[in-house]
């Protein structure tokens, strides 16, 4: 049996994201429809709850009832048609509704918005709400690029409509152009946005970094370590959702820019110091959460060193120190280190926090199974140098841990 008692508050698993939440998932008759699913699972994921409207053009191309029985809940098409869960359908759905999210968006439901038309429960159901909505159009290139189109998109951005531009590539038609649904993740990053209306670092600049550097020693062959950048853009993502400019500087991972966040790729320590040297004076706040290698090679090689029985000898030199160097020009910045050690976790990081002037550092240790490198859960002590007790938190989900670390430095940005 487990002791309740022994189990700390911090350790125990928060609530989802988007917990409580209702939405209303708006379906209309582009071919992305059949992405719907996919949406409304993701959104579920976060633990929101979802009410599916459908145009009847959507419902010719998404099957209304694979819908219905991923949600729970009676696909609402009619405007007229009698449902015991709803008194009047699109005023009930407007009132309930924490935020609507149309995916896709045609360029018709795009004209209805804009104009106000409410010729069905959808459109009807949009005019009549107060609530944030979030529009992911999907179409014809030409048709996106038509003045029509692009005039009322700019009357919905006007009134404050989020609009999740649709990306390039191959279409429906055939065609090579714009007008493809937007990535899932940056539709899901926008709703975020509508859901959680907390802006306590809006007009505040983030630098963060995230990920590994890779040093060469020939052309073909590194020396790197295992980090995922996870916890960096789950930094990243949540900054940006609650109003920060954040800017993140990513050695290479297998991540996708996280929406609506300036990402800059880079490969070496040279190049991750020449990106965040550049920006670090105009930051409010650092996080340097990337691995950032010790150690390049002192003279690499030009040409693929080949396969040999005898030893190889490596001569390494020490890599620019990144972060030693922020905390020597440190002005008005808050900077946060991050330490991935293997023992004595709480005394190296103090140690580095002191060594390299850190107003706080974060630290983990990478030997526990499960958590760190590549994990998506994580375990770390927070330290202040001004203060005492370090703060536990985990393990957690690395979107939670970035959420507390954010929250525990809300003031200090404020």
Request: glycine share 8%; net charge neutral.
């Amino acid at each position: 049996m487990v002791d309740s008692e022994k189990i700390s508050k911090k350790e125990t698993l928060p609530s989802l994201p988007w917990e409580g939440k209702f939405v209303v998932l708006g379906v209309t008759g582009s071919i992305a429809a059949y992405k719907s699913a996919e949406i409304l699972r993701r959104i579920q994921d976060m633990g929101a709850q979802i009410q599916v409207v459908m145009t009847r053009s959507g419902a010719k191309i998404m099957s209304p009832d694979t819908l219905q029985r991923l949600s729970g809940r009676k696909v609402m098409i009619d405007l007229f048609e009698e449902n015991q869960e709803w008194q009047i359908g699109h005023i009930a759905l407007s009132d309930r509704a924490d935020a609507f999210l149309i995916a896709p968006a045609t360029a018709n439901t795009l004209a209805k918005m804009a104009h106000g038309i409410a010729d069905d429960l959808l459109s009807a159901t949009l005019l009549a709400t107060r609530k944030p909505v979030v529009a992911a159009p999907a179409m014809n290139d030409g048709m996106w690029e038509n003045p029509a189109t692009q005039t009322n998109l700019s009357v919905l951005k006007d009134r404050e409509i989020r609009i999740v531009t649709p990306a390039e590539g191959y279409l429906a038609c055939g065609r090579i152009g714009t007008g493809r649904l937007a990535e899932i993740p940056d539709i899901l990053s926008a709703l975020g946005e509508a859901l959680q209306p907390r802006k306590d670092y809006a007009g505040k600049k983030l630098l963060i970094s995230a990920g590994p550097t890779q040093e060469y020693i020939d052309p073909v062959r590194f020396i790197s370590n295992p980090s995922s950048g996870k916890m960096g853009y789950a930094i990243a993502s949540e900054a940006r959702e609650r109003g920060a400019e954040v800017i993140l500087v990513s050695g290479p991972v297998n991540l996708r820019p996280p929406y609506g966040v300036q990402t800059l790729p880079v490969q070496t320590s040279d190049e991750m110091a020449q990106a965040l040297m550049k920006h670090y004076p105009q930051a409010d706040m650092v996080f340097m959460t990337a691995a950032v290698s010790d150690f390049k090679a002192l003279l690499p090689s030009e040409q693929k060193i080949k396969k040999r029985e005898s030893t190889l000898e490596l001569k390494l030199t020490p890599a620019l120190d990144i972060l030693k160097e922020m905390g020597k020009q440190k002005s008005h910045q808050i900077l946060v280190g991050f330490a991935a050690e293997t023992q004595n976790l709480e005394t190296y990081a103090r140690q580095k926090m002191k060594e390299k002037n850190l107003d706080y550092i974060i630290a983990n240790d990478v030997s526990q199974p499960g958590m760190g490198f590549g994990s998506d859960q994580n375990t770390v002590l927070l330290l202040g140098k001004h203060q005492k007790e370090p703060e536990s938190m985990g393990p957690l989900p690395k979107w939670a841990i970035a959420k507390a670390i954010l929250d525990r430095f809300s003031g200090d940005v404020a």
